[in-house]
């Protein structure tokens, strides 16, 4: 399920990847079906850490994601960011492609008290190989 900032209020409209809006459109979000199945199962315990989340992405010559997590104490958070860096190092050393180096090395993980944050910036074909 996507929706984009502009849609009708209330719960996000259920659109296929072809009814996106044109590129230059502002705003968006991704519902996911939870628990998560497959190889993302793993990712469940995370989940459960979190109360809520923000991702935003800016998409120009490089890709810069933020993310900015809600957990419900701070004990949680710093589960949380010890997790994320323990996953971003093991990518970092699990890949020998330069491109994926450079994103995971690019990842700055911080967290205050409940709230966590993670950026990172990848270029375009780093991006496309780690969505592969």
């Known amino acids: ?17 072809e009814e996106l809006p044109p590129s230059g459109k502002q705003g968006g979000s991704v519902a ?13 315990r995370l989940l459960r850490l979190v109360d809520y989340a923000t991702l935003t992405a800016d998409f120009n ?4 994601i933020r993310v900015k997590a809600s957990c419900p104490t701070p004990e ?12 971003i190092t093991l990518a970092a050393v699990g890949t020998r492609d330069p491109d994926l180096v450079a994103a995971f090395q690019s990842a700055q993980v911080t967290r205050e008290g ?10 375009l074909p780093a991006l496309e190989k780690f969505l592969r």
Do not use: F, H, K, Y
């Not at 996507?2 to 659109?15: E, I, K, N, R, Y």
């Not at 996911?32 to 469940?44: F, V």
């Not at 409940?114 to 270029?123: D, G, K």
């Open 32 to 44: 996911l079906l939870l628990p998560l199945t497959g190889n993302l199962a793993n990712l469940n």
């Open 76 to 87: 949680d958070g710093r589960q949380l960011e010890e997790a994320l860096r323990a996953l």
């Open 1 to 17: 399920m996507l929706s984009w900032a502009g849609a009708p209020s209330g719960a996000p409209a259920q659109v296929s990847p």
């Open 61 to 64: 010559s490089r890709v810069d």
């Open 114 to 123: 409940s709230t966590v944050q993670l950026a990172i910036s990848a270029s």
